[in-house]
């Protein structure tokens, strides 16, 4: 009875505890490790390439604009990677890995600025749209088949090359052009929330239409909205590429990875490098974006069994 009693003491227990702690937490994250692999790779991904993007400057190991006397081959030619430049040099004796770092810092604010843009005009009117409807919702969704009939690419395009080619003409261009994917799913997404019970209690309440719409429906419509605009920044880097690439975007000295890889195309034959490394870094971020976008979206969808 008291060697029973000795086991079963607090102090015996202590000790137990200690010698085997609790994996509750550990076990918990691995679960969801391995419900949701996607917000984790493309969480990463993306994280890296904010780090990436932030101390671009720390990061580098040279002015990405200076030309250096010793950045060139006697003939000419860019340098391939060696010890000096660990990413070679371009056809001006810039440095690669240093003109990479920067390039990721310009498409990651065209990326996030133009989507932000794009989230508040698209929520805005989706939100209006769905929820009082009539005429109002008539006239909203005409413009927004409008906006959706042109072929972007060409309609932003046009608007930069009328406001004159720069980082700030660029993503205002895309975030006020590419609003219409964001309002229409806004709104179809209101007008399921709006006949709930809550939203129903509060309009009998007397709640002013501003809390109604801004308070109450639009935190509970936020997780498709934020599962496209994670997809959108990966598009918008990508369409921000296409533009420096085209010569109607980044402009010259500023770094960019459209930029560069329109200028190692010209190389290309004697100095692949120049293609392949802001090539890799833009799949790459596209892809983490993606990634995220669809791990998100996964793990916001109310089907899914947990």
């Known amino acids: 009875m008291a060697h029973m009693m000795a086991d ?34 493309g969480g990463l991904m993306v994280l890296a390439l904010i780090f990436v993007a932030v101390f671009a400057d720390k990061l580098a190991t040279f002015n990405p604009n200076f030309q250096f006397a010793n950045g060139l081959a006697p003939d000419g030619a860019p340098l391939a990677p060696n010890h000096t430049f660990i990413m070679g040099t371009d056809d001006l004796g810039r440095d690669v890995y240093s003109r990479l770092l920067f390039g990721a810092r310009v498409s990651l604010e065209v990326g996030v600025f133009a989507s932000l843009i794009s989230l508040f005009i698209g929520t805005t009117l989706g939100i209006i749209s769905g929820y009082y409807g009539g005429f109002v919702d008539s006239v909203i969704m005409r413009i927004t088949d409008i906006m959706l009939a042109f072929p972007f690419i060409l309609f932003v395009v046009a608007l930069v090359a009328v406001l004159s080619p720069s980082i700030t003409n660029i993503f205002i261009a895309i975030g006020v052009l590419g609003w219409a994917v964001t309002a229409r799913i806004v709104r179809a997404e209101v007008m399921k929330v709006k006949e709930f019970e809550y939203v129903q209690a509060a309009r009998a309440l007397g709640s ?41 975007g980044v402009q010259p000295p500023t770094a960019s990875w459209g930029s560069m890889l329109s200028e190692g195309q010209q190389v290309f034959e004697y100095a692949p ?34």
């Open 8 to 41: 079963s003491s607090p102090t015996t227990g202590l000790k137990q505890r200690l010698a085997h702690p609790p994996t509750k937490v550990r076990s918990k994250f691995v679960r969801v490790l391995r419900a949701y692999p996607l917000v984790f790779i």
């Open 273 to 306: 490098w120049l293609l392949y490394y802001p090539g890799l870094a833009l799949m790459l971020a596209v892809l983490g974006f993606n990634l995220l976008g669809d791990g998100l979206r996964e793990l916001f969808n109310p089907r899914r069994v947990r």
């Open 208 to 248: 002013r239409q501003w809390r109604i719409l801004f308070k109450i429906i639009l935190p509970n419509i936020m997780a498709p909205v934020i599962v496209l605009t994670t997809l959108a920044i990966g598009n918008n880097m990508l369409l921000e590429s296409t533009l420096s690439y085209l010569g109607i």
